[in-house]
Structure formats: C-alpha cells, structure tokens
C-alpha cells in the first residue's frame, strides 16, 4: 500500500476512535480530545457541550477551540471554564497582525470585556493576570479592571499595564483611597512625581512603603518632607527613606532625630550631603555608640525558627492559630499578612508563601489545602522533582502584593492568636 494511503487510513482509523469516544461518553477519551490541539475543530464543537465541567475547561483553554463557540464558553456556568477562555484569548492576541486575525482578534476583545464584568471573583482576577501587560487592548478594559471593587483584580493591571497614564492613576488613587491596589501602582516602573505626592496624601502606610521601596519612582523634595514628617513611628519606612537618592542635606538631619544609630551611619556615609551636615551626623553616631555600646551576643536571646515538621504536625492536627504562628516566624512576617494570604482561597500566594517560609513545595501542597481551602482542581500539585514549579520572579510578584518581599526577608514577626478572616 502506498505511504499516502496508509498515512489517510491512520488519520481515518483516528477519527472513528474519536468519534467512537463521544458516542460511547468514553469521558477519559474525550479529555484527551479536549486538551489535543490536533482535534479536528467539528470535534471540539460537540465537546464544548459536554456536560463534564472539566472537559469544556479543556476545550475553552485549547487554542486550536474554534472561535464560533467562544461565545458560548464565555457565558458557560462553571467559571472555570470562563476563567480558562480568558487565558487562551489574552494569550493570542499579541500574534494578531493580519487583517483576517485582527478580525478574531476584535470579537476576543469583546468577549474579554464581558468577562470583566463577570460575577466570580477569581475569573476576573485571571483575566486581570493576562491582559495586565498588553498594550493592544482597549483601555477601557483595563480601567474596568484597575476600578474593580476587589484589590486582587485590580492589583495586576494597576502596577503592570502600559495603557494607564499619570491621570489614569491619579484618579484610581483618588477614587479607591486605601488597600492594596495603591501599593501596586506605587511599585510602577517609572512612577511620575505627580502621582507619588498623591499616593503621598493618602497616608496609606503599605502603599507609602511601597512607593519608597520602588527606585525607579520619582518623588519631589516637598514629597518627601511629608513622608519625613509622617514617619517617625513608621519604622518600615526608615531604612528606604534613608536610601532615597533625593535626600538633602535638611532632611538627612530631620531623619537623624529619629531614625535609628546605624541608618544615622549610613546617611553620615552618603556623599552627596555637604560637609557641615555629614560631620554632625558622623558626631551623633559617635556619641550614641558612646553611650550604648553594643552589648556582647548571647546565645540564650537566639530564637528558635519553627520546623517544617512543626508546620506539618499543625497542618495534619488542623490547629490554625498554631500554624499561622509558625508560618508567620518561619516567614518573618506579620500573622495577618499569612491570615490575608490564605483568605484568599487561590493557589499561586499561598504557594509563594510556602517558598518564602523556606518550605518544600509538598508542604506548599499541604498548605494550599489546609487551611487554604483551595479547591481540588486548582491546586499547584507537588511533581515527582518537588521543585517549585513557578518562577521565583512570579513567586515575588505574588508576595508583593501583600506587602512581603522574596526569600530575603519583611516586616517583622507579630505573632498572635487567631484564626483565618475572610
């Protein structure tokens, strides 16, 4: 038989099993025929109305799904079907260029629209996720997204999209006053100084930080004198505001009133200060030294960090306020910043957590399902290798959001008791 024939009788042979799957409901058969991006599009169709959750979030996510049932996925009843159109959609439309594609590309950025209306929470916050970056969007979109009642939604488009100008942010900055949408938009590359003054005038302690933290933002001397004016009680603040390059001689001293001895050094060290003022903080580092000497190291003030067997010992015994304890001294964070992370039932910053706490990903597994409550299909499962499969640049970002850095450290422990708030 010629090498052509056998090659048509194989594809033939193929597609009567193919269809012999979705008329036997053969359900493992037709996942696979979901998930293959070499399924005949009329095949996808049909699979597109099965009733099996999971097999039409297949087909949703497929890029080769074609675009006559978008429509229908986007207004299907599960949202992880929705959730998983939103993320097929935003990744093709960058490669849109022709005019036939930019064509599907319009009727995607419509659906898309609608998905930023939609009422689940974690559908929206994907598609936030996806589009955050791309320029080739309507910027509408993006501004219903940065608007969005829910900071974790609004959280990706705020720090990341290119289509939001100074007067984009300022108005966002004006119009959701507190929480975590505006330390998003004070770790912008490049922040303009108009819209640092009035993240400034929010008073917003994380955002502030956040803005001090970011080396690329521009801050005005009048800006900063507020800040300094604002922070001596604020000791999150101290060492950043110490390093901001636009410091002056007038602020270095007012810093120095407060700040502690070894941030008075380093500022004393800076060599754009003029020499009056260098000498008088080279003076009260000296006399401070003088009067505490630093006291010799003991072992008894060592603190023991918490075991991952401690945090596994908790997980199994279902104790919560003795495991957010643990994570939160192991992380060095706050306890509500883990009671934050976990609230928010989604996989990926309860991951990042587990990585910043030093923790094995089959630990992170654990922790995603208690007391993280993530559900089954949307856990970040621990691989044969149990190596952490995000990046640790993406594990940053998600720490980010709520205030933490990567594995070098954050706010300082504030163990307590309680329990998980929504």
């Known amino acids: 038989m010629p090498a052509e024939d056998r090659k048509y009788n194989h594809r033939g042979a193929k597609h009567a099993k193919s269809v012999e799957a979705l008329v036997r409901r053969d359900t493992k058969a037709m996942m696979e025929l979901a998930l293959c991006d070499h399924t005949p599009p009329e095949m996808l169709v049909i699979l597109s109305q099965a009733p099996e959750n999971d097999i039409r979030a297949a087909v949703a996510g497929n890029p080769s799904t074609p675009s006559a049932v978008d429509r229908s996925l986007a207004n ?9 159109l939103a993320t097929r ?7 849109m260029h022709t005019a036939e594609q930019q064509k599907f590309a319009a009727r995607a950025t419509r659906i898309l629209t609608s998905l930023a209306h939609d009422t689940d929470i974690a559908v929206r916050r994907i598609l936030s996720e996806e589009i955050c970056r791309l320029d080739g969007i309507p910027k509408d979109l993006v501004k219903k997204l940065a608007q969005d009642v829910d900071d974790l939604v609004a959280v990706p488009v705020c720090q990341y999209s290119p289509l939001l100008d100074d007067d984009d942010l300022i108005s966002l900055v004006a119009s959701r006053g507190t929480g975590l949408a505006l330390a998003a938009i004070a770790r912008r590359e490049g922040l303009g100084a108009d819209v640092s003054a009035i993240l400034v005038d929010t008073g ?45 001689s007038s602020l270095a001293m007012k810093l120095a009133e407060f700040v502690a001895t070894s941030l008075v050094e380093q500022l004393a060290a800076r060599q754009d200060l ?37 945090i596994r010992t908790a997980i199994e015994a279902r104790r919560e306020a003795q495991l957010i304890r643990l994570i939160a001294a192991r992380a060095n964070v706050g306890s509500n910043v883990i009671r934050r992370i976990l609230a928010t039932r989604t996989p990926k910053p309860i991951v990042a957590l587990a990585w910043k706490s030093g923790l094995t990903m089959r630990t992170a ?16 499962s621990c691989g044969d290798d149990e190596l952490f499969p995000m990046t640790e640049t993406d594990m940053e970002w998600q720490l980010a959001t709520y205030g933490m850095g990567g594995q070098d450290g954050g706010t300082a422990p504030d163990i307590e008791d309680g329990s998980l708030k929504s």
């Not at 959609?89 to 490669?95: F, G, H, I, R, T």
């Not at 955002?207 to 999150?236: M, W």
């Not at 597994?365 to 970040?380: A, H, N, S, W």
Request: one cysteine or more; glycine letters at 4%; hydrophobic letters at 35%.
């Open 76 to 84: 299907d009843e599960d949202p992880t079907v929705r959730a998983a």
């Open 89 to 95: 959609l935003a990744a093709l439309l960058p490669d």
């Open 204 to 248: 917003d302690i994380d955002a502030i930080g956040a803005l001090l933290d970011n080396k690329s933002a521009q801050i005005r001397e009048n800006t900063l004198d507020l800040i300094v004016g604002q922070a001596d009680g604020v000791t999150s603040w101290h060492e950043p505001l110490c390093a901001r390059p636009e410091i002056t």
């Open 274 to 310: 003029d020499d009056e003022t260098t000498a008088r903080l080279s003076r009260q580092v000296g006399e401070a030294l003088a009067r505490n000497p630093a006291p010799k190291p003991r072992d008894d003030t060592m603190v023991d960090v918490p075991s991952e067997t401690d």
């Open 365 to 380: 597994e654990m922790l995603q399902r208690y007391p993280g409550f993530v559900p089954d299909k949307r856990v970040i």
